[in-house]
């Protein structure tokens, strides 16, 4: 999605896939108690993982982009490229990546089976860097897939049969949609070759439509419909809820960036640099993917309403959140197309604040409903603000994050001239707030009663009200939240990237 | 570079190999097997690396045909040789390195006889010198299936009558292309045959014999039983190579005299159809099992399916080919790591019922890591082997315009996918298992050896450019003029 100043072979695209494949690899061979080795090798890859991404940022910004590519069967290539929205999401993946991992070390500390988690979970992050590099559908497929399969084991962690069931029901879910997009690939493959994402669309496809409207129709809405499982779109998003029984640094690795992000980022690259908002609008396929996700923004925020388990709630959050993203792309305003953009970052940002504070109340105060969170605030200060800090921002209150997100896809809205837009986003806020803000009363609610304040009083009083390694990473990423909301207008914000990628689809 | 005069002795090397072995004393036959079949290897991967990207061709003894016998190698029997010497190595280690699994000292003569047919079946250039590696096969691969014990006895004689009746009616088909055309040589008969009843006949009697000797459904009622019965090293032979014995030979035969009358045309519809059938049959039955190596044989019943979809898919496309190929080297290295990791659990556990291996993942997670990458393999999703195989085939599939093969190859891969999810989700820790140790300790050479092979099918999966430009220059792979 950028101007094409020039595109440089390199190895850089592949290294940064292996910052997180080598640690895999190791971490798989180590012993369980080497917890040295293990934390360096993690912690090594992120850094190094975050390292590439700073330095890549201003030389792709200027419009250079690496390429690195192998052939893969005749006529088609594995491709890996360094563009401005690819680059986009690897730096929210790295980031949220260095943070989990942090956040993980400290949740699983004395946990059987952590080579085992913690090898899935740099594999996980490979496919997800590897999804964002795919120069064409093929590679991106390849990663699509290598991301379902790695994410098993983590869902599936702790063996119990929740959560054998839960990860059966991801799978499936998963799998069946990784079919139908397969099916997808393969067809549009073999009328037009191995197309590489282009800003804007790719006219060999644009040729296909003007040519048979009908395939080309079929194969976009195969397309769309293998992403929208990961991006839990509904009717599709039935594994999402179940899939809360993963360990908390999991799920909020799944629903911040790897998984639903997946997904929604293929909705984006499939409707912006394969098709083409025009073409994409001609077939008929936007606002069919608009209304869907209208509909899934409403529909995730009631069900939110109606649970009383924190991860739950949180879940039905992110689909209603994840289909601003698939709204955003399908409205034809460059507004409304940065506002998706960015939300992809936002969201991940806030989602994962949300999840880690879900994850230190479960751990610390073994709470996991929210009808029990009375009163925590008190004991769980940082916590609890970060907590509010990433509630507030899912409401969209300025200057959060999330205001920066809703803002613009409401104009972009009014402007691409779909009007409905509007009270859809208003009715979900009006939900969120509904949803979000009890659990914040709630936390800073003094408790009902003398004996809970008497308990509570009970163990000796810590240091911290946590445990270090869970608790800074919530802060951070809390604090990120607000910082994204008020530097929205930095140059390397992410807000002027997002605003910098959208341009390419109207040129 | 070329020296065809190696192509005897990849059958003669290993049948003399197995005539010393079987005179060396019980005792140390392991040792003398284990050595004679790793020769047997090394000269199967150096012949391959020989042979490269071209082709060999030897008139034995200066006898060319229809008189003599000749011996030939193309980009595709190289990549079948290569196959067998892969596999057959692996098998090897793993076989010397736990003489249970593999049913004593007697498997080495046996299981040396069955490598040098296997490696004549590849590369016969005639029919009869075809028939009678098949029968050199078959009757190594019974001997070893009974080699699993009292229980083994009644589904090795099954094998056995199935094995010969699928013979006979491959004799048949030989009789009748003499009869028709006063050659044997495969060229000369594909060249002088003429369209007819006859032809059909042939082909129609290649199907059925070579149809059940791959335990094509509905002929495939004997390989449930037979191929669980066996040792577990013979389990993997039977199931990654001797299947693809009768694949090879059919498709041979098939792709180089099927014409397009109606006749032949139905036929590969039945094979089809029979094929598609064999897919969902296989993949249910596999998701009904409640033990490993039924699973497993299961799965090949289900996989073979695909190879006879693909005489309608390779027909004239060289996707279609290059997928056809690459799906029997890579159903072959994913079974042959899916048997060798069940014959692991079986060892280590005592039992291969999917309910008695819970904690398997933390005691060997190598070996639940073999069968997970394995099954993923077979399914045919990316980044492995089987994936190239299913894209080809796929790709051919809309370029011919056949589409309602998108359906089953696609369901089929998601029910692969399905038991081999079953299998790994029973390996999980229950809670409270991680105290628990394996009841019995597994030497690492048992969980290595299919872990390498798993991890080969992902290693081909991505770098799978150079053998995929081998096999569309074939020449079978241009397809019927």
């Known amino acids: 999605m950028t101007p094409e100043a020039s595109v440089d072979y390199s190895i850089v695209p592949l290294l940064m896939l292996l910052t997180s494949l080598i640690p895999a690899g190791i971490i798989f061979c180590l012993r369980e108690d080497q917890v040295r080795w293990r934390t360096t090798l993690n912690l090594a890859g992120a850094l190094a993982k975050v390292g590439f991404v700073v330095a890549l940022i201003p030389p792709v910004v200027a419009g250079d982009k690496l390429r690195a590519s192998m052939p893969w069967v005749p006529g088609v290539d594995l491709v890996l490229v360094t563009d401005a929205f690819s680059l986009f999401f690897v730096a929210l993946s790295a980031g949220l990546w260095l943070v989990t991992t942090i956040y993980a070390i400290g949740y699983l500390e004395g946990a059987p089976n952590r080579s085992r988690f913690f090898g899935f979970f740099s594999l996980c992050v490979t496919a997800t860097t590897g999804i964002a590099l795919a120069g064409n559908l093929i590679t991106f497929l390849l990663f699509f897939e290598m991301l379902t399969l790695v994410t098993y084991p983590l869902v599936a962690h702790r063996g119990t049969k929740d959560a054998l069931d839960g990860a059966r029901t991801y799978l499936a879910y998963t799998l069946g949609g990784g079919v139908v997009l397969l099916a997808g690939v393969v067809w549009l493959t073999v009328l037009v070759g191995p197309v590489e994402f282009t800003a804007g669309g790719v006219e060999a496809v644009a040729e296909l439509a003007a040519d048979r409207p009908g395939v080309t129709t079929a194969i976009g809405a195969l397309l769309l419909i293998g992403m929208s499982v990961k991006a839990a779109i509904v009717p599709l998003h039935g594994w999402l809820p179940v899939a809360m029984v993963a360990p908390a640094p999991v799920s909020a690795l799944l629903h911040a960036v790897a998984v639903v992000k997946a997904g929604a980022f293929g909705i984006v690259r499939v409707v912006h640099d394969l098709f083409g908002l025009s073409v994409a609008g001609d077939l008929g396929l936007l606002p069919v993917l608009a209304a869907f996700a209208g509909f899934t923004i409403v529909y995730g925020s009631i069900r939110a309403l109606a649970q009383d388990d924190l991860k739950k709630r949180l879940a039905y959050s992110t689909i209603s959140q994840l289909s601003y993203v698939a709204l955003g792309a399908a409205l034809v305003a460059p507004l409304a197309t940065a506002g998706a953009l960015v939300h992809i970052v936002h969201q991940g940002m806030m989602k994962i604040t949300l999840f880690f504070c879900a994850g230190l109340f479960a751990e610390v105060q073994g709470i996991s409903k929210i009808s029990q969170l009375t009163g925590v605030g008190r004991r769980m200060p940082l916590t609890a603000a970060a907590f509010t800090v990433g509630s507030l921002g899912m409401i969209g209150l300025p200057p959060l994050a999330g205001f920066v997100s809703k803002w613009p896809l409401a104009l972009g809205g009014l402007d691409a001239g779909t009007a409905w837009v509007l009270p859809v986003l208003i009715v979900s806020t009006l939900l969120n707030a509904a949803y979000f803000l009890p659990v914040v009363y709630a936390l800073w609610r003094p408790e009902p009663d003398e004996q809970a304040t008497a308990a509570s009083a009970g163990p000796p009083r810590r240091r911290l009200e946590a445990p270090a390694a869970l608790l800074w990473p919530a802060v951070v990423t809390a604090a990120m939240v607000l910082f994204m909301g008020v530097a929205a207008g930095w140059t390397y914000s992410p807000w002027s990237l997002a605003e910098m990628i959208a341009e390419g689809s109207y040129r | ?481």
Do not use: C
Request: charged letters at 10%; zero cysteines; glycine letters at 12%.
């Open chain 2, 1 to 481: 570079m070329n020296y065809p005069a190696l192509l005897p002795a990849l059958v003669l090397l290993p049948l003399l190999l197995a005539a010393v072995t079987a005179l060396v004393p019980r005792g140390s036959r392991r040792t003398a097997g284990a050595a004679a079949a790793s020769t047997t290897g090394a000269l199967g991967i150096g012949v391959v690396a020989l042979i490269g990207g071209g082709s060999w061709e030897l008139a034995l003894a200066g006898w060319e045909a229809p008189l003599g016998i000749t011996l030939r190698a193309d980009g595709t029997s190289t990549a079948f040789l290569a196959l067998v010497a892969v596999v057959g190595t692996a098998v090897t280690v793993y076989a010397a390195a736990e003489p249970s699994l593999a049913g004593g000292p007697d498997f080495w003569p046996l299981w040396l006889v069955l490598w040098a047919g296997l490696n004549g079946v590849v590369v016969a250039g005639d029919l009869f010198t075809i028939y009678v590696m098949l029968e050199l096969v078959t009757i190594a691969a019974v001997a070893l299936v009974a080699l699993g014990g009292r229980s083994a006895a009644s589904p090795a004689l099954r094998y056995l009558f199935v094995g010969v009746v699928g013979s006979l009616l491959f004799l048949l088909a030989v009789a009748l292309v003499y009869a028709e055309t006063g050659t044997l040589d495969l060229p000369q008969a594909t060249a002088a045959l003429e369209p007819g009843p006859v032809l059909t006949s042939i082909l129609a009697l290649t199907l059925l014999g070579m149809g059940t000797k791959m335990a094509l459904f509905p002929l495939h009622a004997w390989l449930p039983v037979a191929h669980p019965a066996a040792p577990a090293a013979v389990s993997a032979v039977l199931s990654a190579l001797v299947i693809k014995a009768g694949v090879i030979v059919l498709w041979r035969i098939w792709f180089g005299i099927a014409d397009g009358t109606a006749a032949v045309q139905v036929l590969g519809v039945a094979a089809g159809i029979a094929g598609a059938v064999a897919v969902f049959w296989g993949g249910a039955m596999a998701l009904r099992s409640s033990r490993l190596k039924p699973i497993v044989a299961y799965s090949t019943v289900a996989q073979v399916g695909y190879f006879a979809i693909v005489l309608s898919l390779a027909d004239g496309s060289a996707a279609g080919w290059s997928g056809g190929v690459i799906l029997v080297l890579a159903h072959g290295l994913a079974k042959a790591a899916m048997f060798l990791a069940a014959g692991t659990l079986a060892f280590a556990y005592g039992t291969d019922r999917l309910s008695r291996l819970h904690g398997a993942i933390s005691h060997t997670p190598m070996t639940v890591a073999a069968l997970a990458i394995a099954g993923i393999s077979l399914a045919g999703l990316p980044p492995t082997f089987g994936f190239v195989a299913k894209w080809q085939l796929l790709v051919a599939t809309i370029e011919q315009g056949e589409w309602w093969w998108i359906g089953v190859l696609l369901l089929g891969g998601l029910l692969t996918f399905g038991y081999t999810a079953a299998m790994v989700r029973a390996t999980f820790n229950r809670p409270g298992d991680d105290e628990v140790p394996a009841p019995y300790p597994v030497p690492a050479i048992l969980a290595v050896v299919p872990f390498i092979l798993a991890i080969a099918s992902v290693a081909f999966g991505v770098f799978s450019a150079g053998l995929v430009d081998l096999l569309a220059e074939d020449p079978t792979a241009r397809g019927r003029p």
